[in-house]
């Protein structure tokens, strides 16, 4: 069956795409037994002492059959037993099989090595199953020098680098491997600190970028699965910004791609991960903590800037918190611009924008509605929680 | 003697039909050119005026004549009729398929006395230009038109210009912008707010007329939420644009309160009344202090969609509003109707004439035939239906109707098909050309697709019961396929005219072709 | 005649009251009144609209819409000169046969695989429109040329990033009013004069308006008073120079004897479809068309759809689909691409079912026919007491002015006198272009036998005696 394949792919034989496939076998493990997050052996082997059955093989081998359509057409490269082998022999998929791991004691460390060794070997897209963690062993090893896309497995995922579902997952990478015009973005891997998870409290801080593909069924007039990406969205949402900067108040820029279009508009460069700020078209601060900002908002007033990071729309307290409420109060919750994408907002699903800045109070002066510029003069209305739903 | 009649059913259940559309695999009309072919001749011209002129084209510059006739085929008559008529086969117009699927689009039956009675010479023989004394015939239908537009939707004047509803939102929204503009705010009201749930056009058409939009998003319950307008009122808000009942088939119960809190701030309310038909005879947009509003004739009012227009979408307005509106507007004196063009404050011609007098023609023939009392069946009948094809469809597993749950609908239903496709790996859209091989269409929802995994179904008045089950047991079917043989509906259409298009090509400038010519020189220079 | 409800509705199937008792029960409804449990009591209303009574059988129906018709006069009736946008042309017998086809007639916006054939139908329309215009990107039909002229202007605003536009003085003034209304929130339009004799664009009036904020030049061939504009590719010339866009608006159906706009330098091309294939209607038969180059920058600024041919997964099928479709929203540069939506495609394709079936050759004969004709009726008018035709020196295609200052008599009176013998004058110029005295636009096509010429000529003698 050739699903979905043009006919003259078909004809002229699509060359053949490399496709690696990296599965974290201890993603997952904890959340079925109560247990947040799966970093560390004794972890490991305590959720395994209370029958926990590890989630990601099943959720990678989900996500592989929507890509068996197109197995005469993949080459794939995957890391031994349980990092990939099994996986993918139990989807009747052949696999070059490379590297070398002890099965039943795999750490980061391997996950890292096998995303490095298959880009050394060229692959056009790396699949990844697991969690933020994972995630993070992926950034670490590629960085954006390659596409990736993450098969969630892990307990509960901030990072935006993952595909809704396991199938979607599959989808996804199997839309982009047909090809056309391949369009991609840049998703947020967030760093979530497990230990203090599973005390309660959350703290997560933004680690990096991976370039994924560009699921464009969440996009206005989305027909076809090619096409360009989100680069016009985020340029409009600059325009818009831009033009309505005024002189002598300083421009404090979350984190964030669309964040970073807006500094591109006025020709500067923006830290990807941290906070900057600018006065009258020109960077006054890089990289800035909370003591930088303070000081800054004694000489001058200011206006904050931010958009949602992670895959669960938080606008304030995850990979922000240099934005400390400090300096929210003091710059004052009338003058905060909330920035988004159509695509970020409606990969929501209607769940609303959060915040979660360690104040309570302060969240809940800061719930409700807030204005959303989307594009250029347009703009939505959308509610913003301290509460998130499950 | 075997009776046919029992094959119509399996274990005591309707069968589905064995469709299959049809698929002529016509060519492109110039590929059936053949040199010196003509398919019609045009009148000669008389010799004494060759005489007298003499060589005409001599007295244009050399650059204006054209060297060569156009490279348009060739054909002989019955060649083109025959194509076309083929071509025409290989559609389902609302006259062929149980046309439910297309919600938000209104797909009821247009009477072919109608057609009949719009495509006469005293119709389409008229020149817009001729004396007013030889047009009053269809003046008086307009002018009729006009007063059952304005009992309907309780306002005071109507334009019937605007050439189908986007068209007539944007009149909408230039008469917003002069309004303010006459009372000098139209620089300080630079916003207008609609909701994502309204047609897309209303967003589209404020923009286009230079306003910033802001779009709110439902409540938890799918509703409008009232709180979202009141954060997004301020002494900027021109007006607000909102589309009631919306897409989804829900009616805003707070729609009052959005007015006032819209008028308190200054701004003006337009109702995008394209969802009227469930509403007719029930409820107006002047009892809910609307300033202007529109009907898509060729929805609610019977005209036929032509794959595409002619249409018309009809702009109404308070009274005060009026004196905005394009010109002219049909005005009666007691003796004789009248085009008038004394409205010195008209935002101009919205397009050259009056409108498609023929839709007209045929949305009044519509309301005669039906009356009161029959205009409020439609809307019964048409709620009646969707409410009945709500509950059979949610007995299918894994289709929901979000939002407003375990509550009626007014004249159409968003369903959500996010759990089968949860636990098949199957797409709305691929449920949807699926269902195309039984004959009917399906459509999903405007993009973005807020409600996940989206279907919209608008029955209207015009189907049976019998074909409401049809249609849903062909979403149960497929819905059944999706989970014993996914590869089937991922792959369909099978039985339509044509199999799954390439579409990388359609957004690459180097392989997209939007004539033949194109395609030709693109197709020939990649041989190279 | 009183109320009458019927027993049941035609139109209604389920209408009839135990069908709909049935279907209720099955809903677990007591009446349709739970389904309406949003609208507030308060907005519901409480008596019948007041409408006219209903007329429930057919017959009754025709009777009185036809009754209320019959008091028109139409064109066959009376001898036509009207045009001014809306054009006397026979309609072939094909294209009424293919528009009234149910099956074309009541489709929409289904799948290119359930609407198939309207896919294809509009991609030969726009391809045979690319074959009369040189032009290899022709969009699926906007409302009329009004909106396509319109939408031009704005579009060459986006391409360019600049905000005037200069227009020809002697445009009409409906379409102007459309063109100021639709563009004001980006656009500033600058009329730019004549010369007195041929009607013709004053370029150096041009040269003197256009600069760096000019986005386009727009000119009209034939004009809208009908002389045939000669100075194009001087006129594009000038755009180019300053990086302007040059964007005309032509008759289609001249296009088969005058060089399409391309040819000399035109970079977008509108107008108005009425004339291939479409009855009057009273001014409802419009639709209009825009093409451009295949080239990037133009196409993703097209707010219509367009349709690309592309093939399927089975050898040697093709179908249809939405080229770029997501440029629709895109806000690059500015704001969106204004908004798509139902115009009017079957007039679309009833202009691809005229222009194949006249072909090269019948294009070509009805232009000269056209040339010839109202060449003949301008002088024919020329010769008669106190009567000037054509007011403007040069060429001309279909439509003329015609002056009447000599005769001492106004237009109007000269187009009551006009009517009492069963002819329609031209349209009355004289609010419209005040300059241009008492002047009248006639309008002479292929429908026009020399009888019917030498019998308004004849006419106009009586009349000005």
């Known amino acids: ?390 | ?528 | 005649m009183g109320k009458h409800k019927p027993v049941a509705y035609p139109y209604i199937p389920n209408s009839v009251p135990d069908v709909k008792r049935q279907m209720l029960r099955e809903v677990g409804a007591e009446s349709v009144d739970d389904f309406y449990h949003d609208v507030p009591e308060n907005l519901r209303l409480k008596e019948p609209l007041k409408l006219p009574d209903p007329l429930p059988s057919e017959y009754a129906l025709k009777r009185h819409v036809e009754g209320i018709l019959g008091r028109n006069r139409t064109c066959g009736e009376y001898l036509n000169f009207l045009g001014a946008g809306c054009y006397q042309h026979h309609v072939p017998a094909v294209c009424d046969e293919v528009n009234q086809r149910g099956e074309f007639l009541t489709a929409y916006a289904g799948e290119p695989y359930d609407d198939h054939g309207r896919f294809q139908a509009l991609f030969e329309y726009t391809s045979m429109m690319g074959e009369l215009l040189n032009m290899e990107v022709v969009n699926v039909p906007t409302y009329d040329g009004f909106q396509a002229a319109a939408t031009a202007l704005r579009m060459a605003g986006r391409i360019t990033g600049r905000r005037e536009v200069l227009v020809p003085q002697i445009i009409g003034a409906d379409k102007l009013s459309k063109i100021r209304d639709y563009c004001k929130a980006q656009l500033g339009i600058r009329p730019i004069g004549y010369d007195a004799d041929t009607g013709h664009l004053d370029l150096d009036r041009l040269k003197a308006a256009i600069g760096d904020e000019t986005a386009a030049v727009y000119l009209e061939n034939p004009s809208y008073l009908g002389f045939i504009e000669t100075q194009g590719e001087k006129v594009s010339e000038i755009a180019h120079e300053h990086g302007a866009i040059c964007v005309v608006s032509v008759d289609p159906i001249s296009l088969g004897v005058l060089t399409p706009p391309a040819d000399y330098g035109a970079d977008i091309v509108c107008g108005d479809l009425q004339a291939l294939g479409m009855h009057m209607q009273f001014g409802g038969g419009h639709a209009g068309f825009i093409a451009t180059r295949d080239e990037e920058r133009y196409v993703m600024e097209y707010p219509s759809r367009l349709f690309g041919i592309v093939p399927t997964r089975v050898e040697g099928e093709y179908g249809f689909g939405d080229v770029a479709y997501e440029r629709t929203s895109f806000a690059v540069r500015e704001q969106g691409k204004e908004w798509v939506g139902t115009a009017a495609a079957l007039w679309g394709i009833t202009a691809g079912v005229y222009l194949a079936l006249m072909g090269p050759q019948g294009m070509a004969e009805i232009g000269e026919g056209i040339l010839l004709r109202s060449r003949y009726a301008m002088a024919e008018l020329n010769k008669v007491e106190g009567v000037r035709a054509p007011l403007f020196e040069g060429p001309h295609f279909k439509e003329f002015v015609v002056n009447f200052d000599g005769t001492g008599k106004t237009v109007e009176e000269i187009n009551r006198a006009l009517l009492t013998r069963g002819i329609f004058g031209g349209k009355d110029l004289s609010r419209e272009f005040p300059q241009l005295g008492k002047s009248a636009l006639y309008c002479v096509t292929e429908v026009h036998t020399k009888e019917d010429i030498d019998t308004l000529v004849s006419a106009l003698q009586e009349v000005v005696e």
Not at chain 2, 435 to 447: E, K, L, M, P, R
Request: hydrophobic fraction near 35%; aromatic fraction near 8%; include cysteine.
């Open chain 1, 1 to 390: 069956m050739w699903g979905r394949l043009g006919y003259r792919e078909f004809k002229n034989g699509m060359e053949k795409k490399r496709l690696g496939l990296i599965v974290n076998p201890v993603a997952g493990l904890g959340g079925r037994v109560g247990l947040k997050g799966s970093d560390g052996a004794d972890i490991q082997r305590r959720a395994l002492e209370l029958g926990a059955v590890a989630e990601s093989p099943r959720r990678a081998q989900l996500a592989l059959e929507m890509l068996s359509p197109l197995k005469d057409q993949l080459e794939v490269f995957t890391y031994p037993g349980e990092m990939g082998e099994e996986v993918v022999f139990r989807c009747g998929l052949g696999a070059t099989v490379v590297g070398v791991i002890t099965q039943g004691k795999t750490t980061g460390e391997d996950t890292i090595r096998a995303a490095e060794e298959m880009r050394g070997l060229g692959v056009d897209l790396l699949l990844f199953a697991g969690g933020d963690g994972t995630a993070r062993d992926v950034y670490e090893a590629v960085g954006l020098t390659l596409p990736a896309l993450g098969i969630p497995a892990g307990v509960k995922i901030h990072s935006a680098a993952f595909a809704s579902s396991p199938m979607a997952a599959g989808e996804l990478a199997a839309s982009y491997l047909r090809g056309g015009v391949p369009s991609l973005r840049e998703a947020e891997v967030m760093d979530i600190d497990e230990d203090a998870f599973r005390r309660d409290v959350l703290s997560a801080r933004l680690y990096g970028y991976l370039k994924i593909p560009f699921r464009r069924a969440l996009v206005q007039g989305a027909k076809s699965a090619s096409g360009p990406g989100e680069e016009p969205a985020q340029r409009a949402i600059a325009m818009a910004i831009v033009e309505l900067m005024e002189d002598d108040c300083a421009y404090i820029l979350g984190p964030g791609t669309t964040t970073r279009a807006i500094a591109w508009q006025l020709g500067l460069e923006k830290t990807l991960l941290g906070v900057d700020v600018i006065k009258d078209r020109e960077m006054v601060g890089r990289d800035v903590g909370e003591t930088e900002l303070l000081e800054l908002l004694q000489r001058t007033r200011a206006k904050i800037i931010v958009t949602p990071i992670g895959g669960q729309g938080y606008i304030f307290g995850r990979g922000n918190q240099q934005i400390s409420p400090r300096v929210i109060r003091k710059v004052g919750t009338d003058r905060i611009i909330a920035v988004s994408t159509p695509h970020k907002i409606n990969s929501l699903q209607g769940r609303p924008l959060l915040v979660d800045t360690g104040d309570g109070e302060l969240d809940r002066a800061l719930s409700g509605y807030v204005r959303v510029v989307t594009g250029y003069g347009e703009q939505i209305l959308y509610r913003v929680s301290c509460f998130a739903t499950t």
């Open chain 2, 1 to 528: 003697m075997e009776d046919i009649r029992s094959h119509r059913y399996i274990d005591g259940k309707p069968r589905l039909r064995r469709f299959h559309q049809a698929r002529w695999d016509e060519p492109i009309i110039f590929e059936l050119s053949c040199k010196g072919q003509r398919g019609i001749l045009v009148p000669d011209v008389e010799e004494e005026i060759r005489e007298q002129v003499g060589d005409v084209m001599a007295s244009l510059p050399e650059y204006m004549r054209r060297k060569e006739p156009p490279a348009l085929p060739e054909l002989s008559q019955p060649q083109v009729l025959r194509h076309y008529v083929r071509l025409s086969q290989e559609n389902l117009g609302t006259d062929l398929n149980i046309d439910v699927g297309q919600g938000t689009c209104t797909m009821k039956y247009s009477p072919k006395i109608n057609d009949q009675l719009a495509r006469a010479p005293k119709v389409a023989e008229l020149h817009p230009l001729q004396d007013e004394d030889t047009v009053q015939g269809i003046l008086e239908i307009m002018y009729r038109f006009e007063d059952m537009l304005k009992e309907i939707s309780g306002l005071d004047r109507f334009s019937l210009q605007p050439g189908a509803g986007s068209a007539a939102i944007y009149t909408n929204v230039s008469i917003i912008r002069a309004y303010h503009e006459s009372r000098g705010e139209g620089d300080q009201r630079d916003e207008i707010i609609t909701t994502i749930f309204s047609h897309p056009s209303n967003a589209a058409c404020a923009k286009t007329a230079g306003y910033k939009v802001i779009t709110l998003y439902p409540d938890e319950d799918g509703y409008p939420d009232l709180r979202a307008l009141k954060a997004a009122v301020s002494e900027r808000t021109a007006g607000l644009l909102t589309t009631n009942p919306e897409d989804t088939g829900i009616f805003n119960p707070r729609i009052e309160e959005f007015v006032k809190v819209v008028h308190e701030a200054g701004g003006l309310c337009s109702y995008d009344q394209a969802n009227a038909n469930g509403i007719l005879g029930i409820t107006r947009a002047g009892e809910a202090h609307f300033d202007l509003c529109h009907f898509n004739l060729h929805k609610t009012f019977s005209s036929p969609h032509g794959c595409g227009g002619p249409a018309v979408g009809a702009t109404g307005v308070r009274q005060e509003l009026a004196q905005f509106l394009p010109a002219p507007l049909v005005e009666y004196d007691g003796h004789r109707y009248h085009l008038s063009y004394d409205l010195p404050h008209s935002i101009g011609k919205i397009g050259p004439f009056y409108g498609v007098a023929p839709v007209v023609v045929k949305a009044y023939a519509w309301v005669m035939s039906l009356g009161a009392e029959g205009l409020r069946e439609v809307a019964e009948i048409a709620v009646l239906n969707n409410n009945y094809l709500l509950k059979k469809v949610l007995e299918i597993p894994g289709v929901s109707a979000p939002y407003a749950r375990g509550k009626r609908r007014i004249e159409q239903v968003r369903y959500s098909w996010q759990e089968l496709t949860e636990e098949t790996g199957v797409h709305s859209e691929e449920l949807g050309l699926r269902a195309a091989d039984f004959g009917v269409h399906y459509w999903t929802s405007h993009h973005p697709f807020i409600v996940p995994e989206p279907c919209t179904l608008e029955p209207t008045e015009s189907y049976s019961r019998e074909e409401l089950d049809e249609y849903a047991a062909i979403l149960a079917h497929v819905a059944e396929e999706a989970r014993t043989n996914p590869e089937l509906v991922k792959t369909a259409p099978h039985n339509s005219t044509i199999h799954t298009i390439d579409q990388a090509p359609l957004d690459d400038p180097n392989q997209w072709a939007m004539t033949w010519r194109a395609y030709k020189r693109k197709v020939q220079e990649q041989a190279e």
